[in-house]
C-alpha cells in the first residue's frame, strides 16, 4: 500500500513536480498545500504517513506548524515531518569581512528567527523533525529520505505494536 505523504510548499510549480515525482515511484501517493495556515486541520483530515515542510510561507511558518505537531499534546506529535526549505545562505560581509547568515527570501525576514545551524543533523535537531533537505534538492534525494524516514517509522511503530501484544 503507498505511503500517504501530506507537502507544504508555498510555490505550486514545485508542489506539482515533487507530487509527480513522488507518486512517479508506486511507492507514494502525495497532497499537496500551498498554505501552513490551518495545517492542523489538513493534517487531521488528510491523516498522512509523513509530512513534507517547507519553512518561509506566507501567513504562517512551516516552523509554526511543525513546533505546534510536535507538541506532546498533539495527536500528530508521531507523525514524522521531513523540513524541506532553502531557509538561507551564508554570504560574506565585505564591510566586515566576515560571513553572515543571511534569509534567502524576504519573508524570512519578517518571520520570528529561524534556527541559526548549518547540516541536515543540526537542522533536525533544531527543528525537533526526523530530517532536513536543503533547497535546492535533486529529487532521488528527497525519495531516498522519505523512503528511510518511512522504514525508520514502521520499525519503531512494529515494536511497540509487539510490545502491545505481549501484554494481552
Known sequence: MAAKILYFEDEPDLCELVKMKLEATGEFT?????????????VAAETPDLILL?????????????????KKTSAFRRTPIIIISGKGEF?????????????NNPL???????????????S?????????????????????????VLKRFRKTDEKKEGADDSLI
Open 91 to 103: 554570504l560574506f560581509q565585505e564591510k566586515t569581512g566576515e560571513f553572515k547568515w543571511t534569509p
Open 30 to 42: 502525495v497532497v499537496t498545500k500551498t498554505t501552513a495556515k490551518g495545517g492542523e486541520d489538513v
Open 54 to 70: 517547507d519553512v518561509v510561507m506566507p501567513e504562517r511558518s512551516g516552523w509554526d506548524l511543525a513546533k505546534s505537531l510536535k
Open 124 to 148: 533536525t535537531q533544531a527543528y525537533g523533525v526526523e530530517d532536513f533537505i536543503a533547497k535546492p534538492f535533486r529529487m532521488e534525494v528527497v525519495i531516498e529520505v522519505a523512503q528511510e
Open 108 to 122: 524570512a525576514k519578517a518571520r520570528e528567527a529561524l534556527p541559526d545551524v548549518r547540516g541536515a543533523e543540526a
